[in-house]
């Protein structure tokens, strides 16, 4: 009976540590909070890793080694509450004794709270910390070419682990997406042994969308330096616009657009940005896909958005980026993000292709 009793207590004991980190966002931020899973990996092998993401954002995550389960909040259960509530039920029968909420918003705020776990670790706002065993303030500027992003969300580890090793985003493409890609460029009389350059010629709204006719600015030097093949990512409800580009470009140039060409599914444009040489163009969830794959990016940034917070492993030589502040600082002076959101129009309108064309030029020429 002792024996037994022992026997119970030792497997009851045996329970995994299960930790959950929540990044309810774009693309870009789910990809790049991606990486907490490696140094979490590390740091607790034996864990059990979740991951709760907005459920159009799994293509970017599909195939990782260190999840081991994703959690999809969708949007019905974001809108809903009585859904919503039905979904805080599920979260806290999972027991979690870690969570570490990335997104750090209401709604993650609540899940974190309703979660029960014992480790609560979130970013520091004067109005959430309660939430929150463990708050955490951000850095304000960047102590290395990670950028902020990285360093900030691998901050939120450093209450639970002692090892922070060097990690980046990274998109685990399988064998048969690369070869399914390779056959789909081919069958559109696509030589995949030259060079083939993307550009990501829409931002995920108006506001992060370069100027259309500085857009086909920019792909009328790329076709005149390189001579190579080009791609347009886009999605079908956006076709309209890449049209609008397309016919903005030089007629020489129009001849090397493959406007036909486009992925079909989040996957199916990874696939085929990984035959490509480079990205160029809108800075955003497809520049940080194409880093999480190793091709080189030449990003093109919002005036709103900081540089400094998304130029992820920046180097001159595989990631580039230029900013409107890089050239002139003075329009940037005493402005707040939201009032040159606000603005947006009249800061592209002084953000000239001219600016950066010497840096663009160098780019493609060290290809």
Known sequence: MFLNWNLEFF??????MKILVIQQKMIGDVLTSAILFSVLKKNYPDAELHYLINSHTLPVIEHHPDIDNIVLLTPENEKNTLQFYNFLKTIRKEKYDIVIDVYGKWSSNFITLFSKAKTKIGYYKWYTQQ??????????????????????????LAPICETIPDVKPKIYLTAKEIEDAEKFLVNFKIDVTQPTYMISVLGSGDTKTYPLAYMAEVIDS?????????????????????KAIYNLCKPTTQK??????????????????????????????AINMAKAIDIPTFAIFSPWIDKDTWNIFENENQNISVHLKDYNPELFEGNSNKKIKKNIESYYSQFQ???????????LDRL
């Open 131 to 156: 939430f929150y065993t463990n708050p955490i303030k951000r850095f304000k500027i960047s102590k290395s070419n990670k950028g902020l992003a990285i360093e900030n969300r691998l901050q939120l």
């Open 222 to 242: 790329i076709a005149e330096i390189t001579n190579a093949e080009i791609l347009f990512n886009y999605i079908p409800k956006q076709i309209e616009q890449a």
């Open 353 to 363: 292709p001219k600016l950066f064309s010497e840096k663009l030029k160098n780019f």
């Open 256 to 285: 090397h657009i493959h406007l036909e060409i486009f992925g079909k599914s989040l996957r199916d444009f990874i696939a085929i940005t990984y035959h490509c040489k480079a990205i160029i163009g809108n800075e955003g969830g």
């Open 11 to 16: 497997v009851c004991n045996l329970k995994l």
